[in-house]
């Protein structure tokens, strides 16, 4: 495909998106099965360019003048991929797919953009407008630097899992990917940001991939499940393990070790999780699926450690899901609160005396993070809260109150909240 025809496919695809509500992965798959003379590199180019129009929709539209698609996608082209006004000019006249001549003022937005500096944090930052109550109470004057950064694209990042084998083994396997050890995590290794229009998932053809050597992992979940602790030998409860990427992390840390028993209310989301802990070497995993009667019957009290990667809005993603920022209302924000609150009171049944909650989000919105575990502590008697980590590299990440937030402008991860709850109380304890 020549550049018009793609230019156009990316306004085709970002009206469906938008138009129909579509998440962007149903609406790029859709396009790509209807489009069978676009070769792999044009359908990484238009996803490349939609996922950037979305990253950046609202920024753009202010600088263009001009919430249209058709606006977003030219001004992703001048702004982001710098590309000067001629070619794009050529771009949209091309015979026979060209989307059409530029306008006058199109051709002034792309030359003489909108000042963004007088724009709100929200615009700036690229963030629902209902969300910027939620953003300055988290970030304050920083708002707006947050979201930009949460509107980059983001690198690869692999957790090595060592029981198969060990990073140095690791980094050289993946030396084609350009990998490279993060001095966070030592069992972590990061591949830098793919281009907007390079074709991604070379990880997974790698032979280290297939011998369970690593997994995709952003780095802030892997933080997230080392703030776990000590777990070797221990029983351990992954409560919302949903496709198993904290389950596996938390098996690779017991090292075979003690039982670590993965629950999710959906059980179609487990179905992966066998499969996945297979490849990994993992062999002291029991899956209790809710389609059985009284999964989890037994297990009260009992668990050294409960972790809960609550269903939340997702916003620590955006770098990687751009459209579900646009697409999060109001309504689903307050369901997963309910959600959250659930899983905490569920949660804390399971922990023995003396053992912890892990309660993790990957949102960066405190109405999902400290407000929910200031909710729980109010209702809920016999926990303590515990510093969410005690690593030297990751201490400067403690709030206040010792939970854990990284963001992408603070800790180049995902966005991820992390509390730590110590039960000091049996269950039995609770005030009536
Ligand atoms: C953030 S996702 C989990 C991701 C997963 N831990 C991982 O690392 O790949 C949240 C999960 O919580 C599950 N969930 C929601 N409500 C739940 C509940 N009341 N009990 C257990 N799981 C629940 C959802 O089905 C979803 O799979």
Known sequence: MRDGGRLSAAIE???????????????????????????????????????????????????????????????????????????????????????????????????????????????????????????????????????????????????????????????????????????????????????????????????????????????????????????????????????GGKTLALAAAMGNTGQIYAYDSEARRLADTIRRADRAGVRNLQIRSPVTEGPLVGLEGKMDVVFIDAPCSGSGAWRRHPDTKWRLSEETFARRQSDQDAVLDLGATFVKPGGRMIYVTCSVLPEEDEDRVAAFLARTEGFVVKPATADEHLSPRLTPEGYLRLTPATAATDGFFVAVLERTQPLADKAP
């Open 13 to 243: 695809v970002l009206t469906d998106i938008e138009a129909r509500h579509r998440p962007a992965r149903l609406a790029l798959k859709s396009w790509g099965t209807d489009a069978r003379y676009a070769g792999s590199k044009d359908r990484a180019w238009v996803s490349g360019l939609v996922l950037d129009a979305l990253r950046r929709r609202r920024s753009i539209a202010w600088k263009m003048g001009d919430d249209s698609v058709r606006a977003a996608i030219l001004g992703v082209l001048k702004y982001e991929w710098d590309w000067p006004v001629d070619r794009i000019a050529a771009a949209v006249t091309e015979e026979p797919h060209g989307h059409g001549a530029l306008t006058e003022a199109e051709t002034a937005a792309l030359e003489t953009p909108r000042d963004l500096a007088d724009a709100p944090a929200s615009v700036r930052g690229d963030y629902p407008q209902w969300l910027e109550a939620s953003f300055a109470r988290a970030f304050g004057d920083a708002a707006a630097r947050e979201g930009e950064a949460l509107s980059e694209r983001a690198p690869i990042d692999l957790r090595v899992n060592t029981l198969k084998t060990d990073p140095a083994r690791a980094l050289k396997a993946t030396q084609p990917l350009n990998a490279a050890a993060v001095p966070e995590l030592p069992n972590a290794l990061r591949i830098p940001a793919p281009a907007a229009t390079d074709r991604a998932g070379a990880v997974e053809t790698i032979p280290a991939f297939s011998k369970g050597w690593f997994e995709v992992q952003d780095l802030g979940s892997q933080i997230a499940a080392a703030c776990a602790g000590q777990v070797k030998g221990a029983q351990v409860l992954d409560l919302c393990a949903g496709g």
